[in-house]
């Protein structure tokens, strides 16, 4: 019960850092987008 708890608490630290890769990634993406559209509609006007 002690182990699996550990290898729970391991894996879901890994999942976490995983998702939180991920996330970070699509966010800087969508950051990076949203600014470029931003210039456009900025240079645009």
């Given at each position: 019960m002690?182990?699996?708890?550990l290898v729970g608490?391991?894996?879901n630290m890994?999942?976490?850092h995983l998702v939180g890769r991920e996330l970070?990634?699509?966010g800087s993406?969508?950051?990076e987008?949203?600014?470029i559209t931003l210039q456009?509609?900025?240079g645009g006007i």
């Open positions: 002690f182990g699996s708890y608490r391991e894996l890994f999942g976490s970070n990634m699509f993406h969508l950051v987008r949203g600014f456009l509609i900025e």
